[in-house]
């Protein structure tokens, strides 16, 4: 335990690049999902065809994924967008099935009810269905969170800085304390951002707090998957 | 694009395909890690997650237990392995097995969950014991989430298995680890695609093998709409339902 009483300040700068390329696709994986699990929920073709395809997405390891996005879009190899675009395009692949699901779970007679009292289609979207659909949403983006933040690591392979480069120099100088202080690191972030996410879903839904049965129901339908390297 | 090509071409170079260390022997030890790894993690976790499943016990504590391993990268932990037992197949093979538990099980105890409690009881009242409810009724009807557990399992192991070579041990990473070192691209491209292709013939067959694994019984019963939703009153497993109270 005497290498991180001495690298605290490299453990500490390395924590902050894993935060940082942990976000984007956490964000973007929402943004872009939103739209496509909208699609996949109302049209039967769009359906069938966006969950394919999301599907198979899914199922590209990693580091492949890692490593061929340079030849698909152009970027250098030692390129952090490269772990940020493949990391973001997982993050759409689980959040659109979710989204799907998500909105498919708000009742019917409610959407009714709403158009009967005058909604539009948008305004009856972003002020009935998308509030009613956001535990669900807030269960797939708990499940997003913690696979990026530890995936993000496996890019310090190809040379993308991380956490993960704890892993591989206590490889190669046999430093166990290292390793684990990056697990660790790894392990923290991940808690931390959970309780971000369970604290803006109380803040944002204070109703699901009264509505604990019913929220368990929507924790149940959490993907079962998980992206591995 | 260009590379794409040249990466399909580094895979189908008769040299790949022949000699010590050859294609065929890499592509064997991706798959024995995937399959030795998730069978171990199903010996551990079905019988776990089908008593969960039963009795309802202990699921707080499986859920977050599987979340928190979910946490933990693979890497980190393949490294801690092979420093701490020695390189070799055997840290590889312990990390792939703790990475394969939690989908597994939570398979197991949410495919047990899912059936609808009013058979079980009624299951019960036939006057089945517990093991009869738990491998006539709940099992089967719960096998498909139980196989799909399975299934992503394999799917996280064999795309993982490529970390091998870290513990020296072996599998398609070698590739991955010689083009890293050797700054070759296309190297890098094609160990890439035949992973990435082993993967989705993988998750192909699994797919085909969920349809082919679920009772008849099960798909005849199911709601055709993937919109509408079966409203499922759930009743307490071993205490009577109070009904027109």
């Given at each position: 335990m005497n290498w991180v009483a001495n690298n605290l300040g490299l453990v500490w700068s390395l924590t902050l690049i894993q935060v940082a390329l942990a976000i984007p696709p956490i964000i973007l994986g929402f943004v872009i999902s939103l739209p496509l699990g909208w699609l996949a929920n109302r049209f039967r073709v769009t359906r069938g065809a966006l969950l394919t395809i999301s599907g198979l997405l899914y199922t590209i390891p990693s580091l492949p994924l890692f490593i061929a996005l340079p030849a698909i879009i152009g970027t250098g190899i030692l390129d952090p967008v490269n772990v940020i675009v493949g990391l973001t395009i997982y993050a759409v692949a689980l959040m659109v099935r979710q989204t799907a699901d998500a909105l498919a779970s708000v009742d019917p007679d409610t959407k009714q009810a709403a158009t009967a009292m005058g909604f539009s289609g948008w305004s009856r979207f972003w002020k009935v269905e998308f509030p009613l659909a956001g535990p669900v949403l807030l269960a797939g983006l708990r499940v997003v969170s913690v696979s990026t933040v530890s995936l993000v690591s496996i890019g310090s392979v190809i040379g993308v800085t991380s956490l993960g480069y704890l892993f591989l120099n206590g490889l190669q100088r046999d430093i166990p304390g290292e390793v684990i202080s990056g697990i660790v690191a790894t392990l923290v972030i991940a808690i931390v951002f959970d309780l971000i996410l369970v604290g803006i879903g109380r803040l944002l839904m204070p109703w699901t707090r009264a509505d604990r049965r019913a929220g368990r129901r929507h924790a149940r339908r959490l993907p079962v998957a998980a992206v591995g390297a | 694009m260009n590379f794409i090509l040249q990466g399909i071409d580094w895979i189908f170079d008769p040299a790949r395909w022949s000699g010590p260390g050859d294609m065929q022997s890499r592509i064997l030890e991706q798959l024995a890690y995937t399959f030795g790894a998730v069978a171990i993690a199903a010996i551990i976790a079905i019988p776990l997650g089908l008593l969960i499943g039963h009795t309802g016990k202990g699921r707080d504590l499986a859920v977050s237990l599987s979340g928190g391993l979910r946490a933990l990268p693979s890497l980190g932990l393949l490294i801690i392995f092979a420093l701490l037992i020695?390189?070799?197949?055997k840290a590889p093979l312990l990390a792939f097995v703790i990475l394969a538990i939690p989908p597994v099980l939570s398979g197991a105890y949410a495919g047990i969950e899912a059936v609808d409690k009013r058979t079980v009881d009624a299951a019960r009242a036939m006057g089945m014991t517990e093991w009869q409810v738990l491998t006539k009724v709940e099992v089967p009807l719960g096998a498909p989430l139980i196989v799909a557990g399975i299934r992503s399992g394999i799917l996280q192991v064999v795309a993982t298995a490529t970390l091998a070579y870290f513990a020296s041990g072996g599998a398609l990473g070698v590739y991955i680890n010689d083009g890293l070192a050797t700054r070759n691209y296309v190297e890098l491209l094609g160990a890439s695609i035949v992973v990435t292709a082993l993967a989705l013939i993988l998750e192909g067959i699994f797919a085909l093998a969920q349809r082919l694994i679920v009772p008849r019984g099960v798909t005849a019963g199911q709601v055709k709409d993937v919109r509408s939703r079966p409203v499922r009153s759930r009743a307490t497993v071993g205490s009577p339902i109070q009904e027109g109270k």
């Amino acid at each position: 335990m005497n290498w991180v009483a001495n690298n605290l300040g490299l453990v500490w700068s390395l924590t902050l690049i894993q935060v940082a390329l942990a976000i984007p696709p956490i964000i973007l994986g929402f943004v872009i999902s939103l739209p496509l699990g909208w699609l996949a929920n109302r049209f039967r073709v769009t359906r069938g065809a966006l969950l394919t395809i999301s599907g198979l997405l899914y199922t590209i390891p990693s580091l492949p994924l890692f490593i061929a996005l340079p030849a698909i879009i152009g970027t250098g190899i030692l390129d952090p967008v490269n772990v940020i675009v493949g990391l973001t395009i997982y993050a759409v692949a689980l959040m659109v099935r979710q989204t799907a699901d998500a909105l498919a779970s708000v009742d019917p007679d409610t959407k009714q009810a709403a158009t009967a009292m005058g909604f539009s289609g948008w305004s009856r979207f972003w002020k009935v269905e998308f509030p009613l659909a956001g535990p669900v949403l807030l269960a797939g983006l708990r499940v997003v969170s913690v696979s990026t933040v530890s995936l993000v690591s496996i890019g310090s392979v190809i040379g993308v800085t991380s956490l993960g480069y704890l892993f591989l120099n206590g490889l190669q100088r046999d430093i166990p304390g290292e390793v684990i202080s990056g697990i660790v690191a790894t392990l923290v972030i991940a808690i931390v951002f959970d309780l971000i996410l369970v604290g803006i879903g109380r803040l944002l839904m204070p109703w699901t707090r009264a509505d604990r049965r019913a929220g368990r129901r929507h924790a149940r339908r959490l993907p079962v998957a998980a992206v591995g390297a | 694009m260009n590379f794409i090509l040249q990466g399909i071409d580094w895979i189908f170079d008769p040299a790949r395909w022949s000699g010590p260390g050859d294609m065929q022997s890499r592509i064997l030890e991706q798959l024995a890690y995937t399959f030795g790894a998730v069978a171990i993690a199903a010996i551990i976790a079905i019988p776990l997650g089908l008593l969960i499943g039963h009795t309802g016990k202990g699921r707080d504590l499986a859920v977050s237990l599987s979340g928190g391993l979910r946490a933990l990268p693979s890497l980190g932990l393949l490294i801690i392995f092979a420093l701490l037992i020695g390189i070799g197949f055997k840290a590889p093979l312990l990390a792939f097995v703790i990475l394969a538990i939690p989908p597994v099980l939570s398979g197991a105890y949410a495919g047990i969950e899912a059936v609808d409690k009013r058979t079980v009881d009624a299951a019960r009242a036939m006057g089945m014991t517990e093991w009869q409810v738990l491998t006539k009724v709940e099992v089967p009807l719960g096998a498909p989430l139980i196989v799909a557990g399975i299934r992503s399992g394999i799917l996280q192991v064999v795309a993982t298995a490529t970390l091998a070579y870290f513990a020296s041990g072996g599998a398609l990473g070698v590739y991955i680890n010689d083009g890293l070192a050797t700054r070759n691209y296309v190297e890098l491209l094609g160990a890439s695609i035949v992973v990435t292709a082993l993967a989705l013939i993988l998750e192909g067959i699994f797919a085909l093998a969920q349809r082919l694994i679920v009772p008849r019984g099960v798909t005849a019963g199911q709601v055709k709409d993937v919109r509408s939703r079966p409203v499922r009153s759930r009743a307490t497993v071993g205490s009577p339902i109070q009904e027109g109270k």
